[in-house]
């Protein structure tokens, strides 16, 4: 069972900067793509960042600029670099390990809380 933990999450203030960490248990860059979601109180989860198993990366389009994804194939972990936060990216975070291939399986983390507030 491969097993995703975040860490990162806490409390900014408006312009400040966070970055959240995805550690993998396993070695699955090559067949999954990365991604990030994040889930504001009575809304809706919502993908913000990708990075596809070929190393391209997406952004929706409200963070695109400020926020940026990586990935570390030595340690098996997945960045989330946030800068220029606003209090509309307040959110629990959630690393989510997506197949390429239909016969694996998906993963998700336990997830982190991003609160941005003066």
């Known amino acids: 069972q491969v097993q995703l933990v975040e860490s990162g999450g806490g409390l900014v203030q408006p312009g400040g900067s966070l970055t959240l960490s995805c550690t993998i248990s396993e070695t699955i860059f090559s067949v999954y793509a990365m991604k990030w979601h994040r889930q504001a109180p009575g809304k809706q989860r919502e993908l913000v960042a990708t990075i596809t198993s070929g190393g391209s990366k997406l952004y929706t389009g409200s963070v695109e600029g400020r926020f940026t994804i990586s990935r570390d194939l030595a340690k098996n972990t997945v960045t989330l670099q946030m800068n220029n936060l606003k209090p509309e990216d307040t959110a629990e975070y959630f690393c989510?390990?997506?197949?390429?291939?239909?016969?694996?399986?998906?993963?998700w983390g336990q997830g982190t809380q991003v609160t941005v507030s003066s």
């Open positions: 989510h390990a997506d197949p390429d291939y239909s016969d694996n399986d998906p993963y």
